[in-house]
């Protein structure tokens, strides 16, 4: 299947700071990428749809200036967390569909622990 | 009527038992059915998806079991084994949603040697 790839794998910082995480698709183009965050022994929670070229569409409850979404290119959408609290701990996950296909495939995850 | 609705939260079952989990949905305009299979600390890996024009599916020990009146469906695993021990997620989505997945709540799944 296709591979989508994720950067950091993990990552620690302090309250205050931000975090960009990456995600790309290494062996396809997508023109759309979702973004996801999941607590432990929970599902899967849909926060935005990054779109290639335009602005991101959130998640309603999702704050737009809190969780920044870039999608610079066909293989690259970047997640920032901007002033990291406590609370946005999490587990991160990000996926691409595959062209012209249903199926969607996921990266590795990104583990946020804000001190 | 977005929702998916998964059951049980958890399973335990021996080696070589067959777990089957249960979705529900509300939706009739959902057209595509995957599972997903994630281990912890692992992003989920698609395992089998059904579209609702059939009533069943089988990828070697994985199959989906498809009930379009109900509108329910199932995942059951033949023969399973510890390795299958992880967390499963059905999901649903439909071709007008700029293919956004609609999970279920997860099913955590053990198999005891």
């Known amino acids: 299947g296709a591979v989508v790839s994720q950067h950091p794998s993990w990552v620690i910082c302090k309250s205050g700071t931000s975090v960009k995480i990456e995600c790309r698709s290494l062996?396809?183009?997508?023109?759309?990428m979702f973004w996801y965050r999941q607590f432990p022994k929970q599902s899967l929670m849909l926060m935005a749809t990054?779109?290639?070229?335009?602005?991101?569409?959130?998640e309603q409850g999702v704050e737009k200036d809190k969780f920044l979404i870039n999608h610079a290119s066909l293989t690259l959408s970047t997640l920032t967390v901007t002033s990291a609290h406590p609370e946005d701990s999490s587990f991160y996950i990000c996926?691409?569909?595959?062209?012209?296909?249903?199926?969607?495939?996921f990266g590795p995850g990104t583990r946020l622990t804000v001190l | 009527q977005q929702q998916v609705k998964q059951s049980p939260q958890s399973l335990i079952v021996q080696k070589g038992g067959i777990p089957i989990i249960n979705c529900a949905y509300e939706n009739t305009a959902f057209d595509y059915f995957p599972w997903y299979q994630q281990f912890p600390g692992k992003g989920p890996a698609l395992l089998i998806a059904i579209r609702p024009d059939v009533s069943e599916k089988k990828e070697g020990r994985f199959t989906i079991s498809f009930n379009k009146s109900a509108k329910q469906f199932s995942l059951h695993i033949m023969d399973s084994q510890p390795g299958d021990s992880a967390t499963y997620f059905c999901a649903a989505t439909f071709s007008g949603n700029t293919g956004k997945l609609i999970f279920g709540q997860g099913t955590t799944l053990q198999v005891k040697p």
């Open positions: 062996d396809f183009q997508a023109t759309t």
């Open positions: 996926s691409a569909p595959n062209p012209g296909l249903r199926e969607q495939f």
């Open positions: 990054s779109n290639e070229g335009s602005k991101a569409t959130y």
